[in-house]
Nanobody, 124 residues
Framework: QVQLVEFGGGLVQAGDSLRLSCAASGRTFSSYTMGWFRQAPGKEREFVAG????????YYADSVKGRFTISRDNAKNTVYLQMNSLKPEDTAGYYCGAASTISVPTTSQRYAYWGQGTQVTVSS
């Protein structure tokens, strides 16, 4: 089992950058595939980015490709989401999830553990 806590959200202007962090408890962090999802009011939770257990494989939604970068530090039990060139449509609650899979799932149902989320608001 793993517990997740996200940090780093806030209110920024379009074009700004933010770095989200997700800290995991437990000694088995490196055995989990990690993902970042986001959810805007009235919308479903959508995949943003995912990273394999070793960090060697990364995957992105088309909407963030080239602007967002996911990374992880298994020694620190932390996964990051660097978000550059933010747009108003990036406004949402951002959640990290942990999946006991080898591949990187892009559907939220495959993730067994979730953090409480951190809000990102991008003003125009």
């Amino acid at each position: 089992q793993v517990q997740l806590v996200e940090f780093g959200g806030g209110l920024v202007q379009a074009g700004d950058s933010l770095r989200l962090s997700c800290a995991a408890s437990g000694r088995t962090f490196s055995s989990y595939t990690m993902g970042w999802f986001r959810q805007a009011p009235g919308k479903e939770r959508e995949f943003v980015a995912g990273i394999s257990r070793s960090g060697g494989g990364t995957y992105y939604a088309d909407s963030v490709k080239g602007r967002f970068t996911i990374s992880r530090d298994n020694a620190k039990n932390t996964v990051y989401l660097q978000m550059n060139s933010l747009k108003p449509e990036d406004t949402a609650g951002y959640y990290c999830g942990a999946a006991s899979t080898i591949s990187v799932p892009t559907t939220s149902q495959r993730y067994a553990y979730w953090g409480q989320g951190t809000q990102v608001t991008v003003s125009s």
